[in-house]
């Protein structure tokens, strides 16, 4: 029952961002783009340095908003993997299940970017120590008091990521990373 209900709450998170958008080209089909749409593809090809939360296992640090493959090439084949269209970008939203945890990704310029990491057993921790099962106040030493709370639905936000706790009872049910990727579509 838990991992259906982290399933679907991972799959409403994926899910939120789906609408409609505006495909314009020109007259010859080509795919025209507006003065913040070539910004946002120079954002992205400009090599930065990781930031904001991220997830650890087996000496890989997995970032939000970073290139899929040197993380993919780092631990190895998955147990799982599902891809399925993207409803907020062009291509395929890829979902790569492993012991514990589970990444999911988003396209953008010919490359698969992690837009979560669902810790989905006690198997895993966050590097502050934080696993499924844990308490309200565990969660508030490890991270602070600098969060927002909604419905029990903690989140604590850092450069261009969120860490997300949902609660039930004053024990953590789920743990998300989450990728802000507002304005990137």
Known sequence: MRKILL?????????????????SSDVNGNDKKTAEEVQTDE?????QEPSGYAFEYNGVTIYM???????IDKLGDPLNYFEA????FKGLDKFY??????????????????SSVNLMDDTVSTPEGIYLG???????????DNYTESSGSYTYIKDDSKI??????????????LAIVEGLE
Do not use: H, R, W
């Not at 945890?101 to 310029?109: G, Q």
């Not at 844990?134 to 602070?144: C, E, F, K, R």
């Open 134 to 144: 844990s308490t309200v106040d565990d969660m508030i030493a490890a991270y602070g």
């Open 43 to 47: 954002k992205q090809n400009e090599q």
């Open 85 to 88: 269209e993207s409803c907020a």
């Open 7 to 23: 399933l679907l709450i991972l799959i409403s998170v994926i899910l939120g961002g789906c609408g409609t958008k505006d495909n």
């Open 97 to 114: 299940t492993y012991p514990g945890f589970e990444i999911t990704t988003y396209p953008m310029n010919g490359k698969d970017y992690i």
């Open 65 to 71: 908003n970073t290139d899929v493959k040197s993380v």
């Open 164 to 177: 997300q706790f949902i609660v039930k009872d004053d024990e953590i049910i789920s743990i998300t990373y």
